[in-house]
């Protein structure tokens, strides 16, 4: 079969199929070819996303997505992140996870708009670096970081003292849309959740033999160690709410593993054990109401629109939107300790949130 006369300068470079050097899906699929393609799709505005972790953050600037889109029809989305995983695959065109050949890739490439919401070094030489007619967030500058764009600046003053972060009334989402120039109507995280994980976990409406499911996430991770809950209260209120006629389940990853099976062994309470994030994802949304401090499984809740029942002690509860799906829930004496990983106080702060003010914000969830 004889080449066709096809021009260099007739390819859609500029088509969202475009995939390099390889058949595009309009081709696999439908033998379709440049220049006379019924599936030319021509970009409108190629947009950067630098935000590289952690996975809570990744998932609640998920966002700014069906913003961008909406603003900018037929935008092509390149995503640069440390945790892949965790991104919704089909509302985004290129995902890359931080390393050395996709910012040597990234670098190389020209974009409309570059925005990096990450204050870390590497994040913000890489938006020095990138080829952008408009950049947005936090950017090197003189070997300190910077805004890019004015509307940057409320969110690195709050992160760079404690009083102006204390004083602080507006929600995370509010203030990267600021950053982006827009204003916040609302808009959903997006997070995919696996058919298969969830049908397979179907059958905790079976274990559960039709009470209502309370998920409850019993660690907070490592770096803020203040926010835990005393092991005490976890088991009372495992016993509390199944003599209430609940089905409470912990919930954890490989760091609440060991806690979590103490606690199945002193309460009976049910401990599905740890599992891939995408499964983890799928059993979060068999709950019915979600318990949890501030950590990823916060997000997780709020992305598979699940109501939420949030511990906080040592930040600023105006920086979390809980959708009208949740209710915080803080000591009565208020925390000294704001971001601090050590308590300051001898009777720490967790040690007011009874185990009836939970209960009870679970059960106002639940109706």
């Not at 020209?110 to 938006?127: G, R, V």
């Not at 959740?193 to 976990?201: D, Q, R, S, V």
């Not at 059958?203 to 660690?219: M, R, S, V």
């Not at 600023?316 to 300790?337: D, M, Q």
């Amino acid at each position: 079969m004889s080449l066709p006369e096809i021009g260099v300068s007739e390819l859609k470079f500029d088509c969202k199929h475009f995939r390099g050097g390889i058949p595009c899906k309009p081709n696999k699929q439908h033998s379709a070819t440049c220049p006379n393609c019924n599936y030319y799709s021509p970009i409108s505005k190629r947009i950067l996303i630098i935000k590289l972790g952690a996975l809570g953050d990744v998932i609640r600037t998920t966002p700014l997505l069906t913003r961008f889109k909406k603003e900018y029809p037929n935008c092509h989305i390149t995503w640069l992140t440390l945790s892949p995983a965790i991104l919704p695959k089909s509302e985004i065109d290129e995902v890359y996870k931080f390393d050395f050949t996709a910012t040597y890739i990234i670098r190389h490439q020209k974009y409309d708009i570059a925005l990096n919401l990450d204050k870390e070094y590497e994040a913000c030489a890489l938006l020095r670096d990138v080829k952008a007619d408009k950049k947005m967030g936090y950017i090197l500058n003189e070997n300190h970081i910077d805004v890019a764009n004015p509307n940057a600046k409320h969110k690195l003053i709050t992160g760079l003292f404690d009083q102006y972060s204390q004083e602080n009334t507006r929600n995370y989402l509010d203030e990267i849309f600021e950053i982006c120039e827009f204003d916040f109507q609302g808009e959903e995280y997006l997070l995919d959740i696996n058919k298969t994980h969830f049908e397979k976990w179907n059958k905790l409406d079976e274990i559960a033999q039709g009470k209502k499911i309370i998920g409850l996430n019993t660690g907070c991770g490592k770096r803020w160690l203040t926010r835990l809950w005393p092991k005490e209260y976890w088991i009372e209120l495992i016993n509390s709410l199944k003599a209430a006629g609940y089905f409470p389940m912990v919930l954890g990853g490989p760091d609440e593993h060991e806690m979590n099976t103490y606690f199945y062994r002193e309460t009976g309470a049910y401990y599905p054990g740890t599992h891939s994030l995408e499964e983890f994802i799928s059993i979060a949304a068999h709950c019915d109401v979600i318990v949890s401090a501030v950590s990823m499984m916060m997000h997780i809740a709020i992305g598979v629109k699940k109501p939420l029942v949030l511990f906080n002690n040592i930040f600023n509860k105006h920086e979390f939107l809980l959708y009208g799906r949740g209710e915080i829930v803080e000591p009565t004496s208020g925390c000294s300790c704001f971001y601090g990983n050590t308590c300051s106080r001898e009777n720490h702060c967790m040690n007011e949130l009874s185990v009836e003010s939970v209960k009870n914000a679970i059960e106002a969830q639940l109706k």
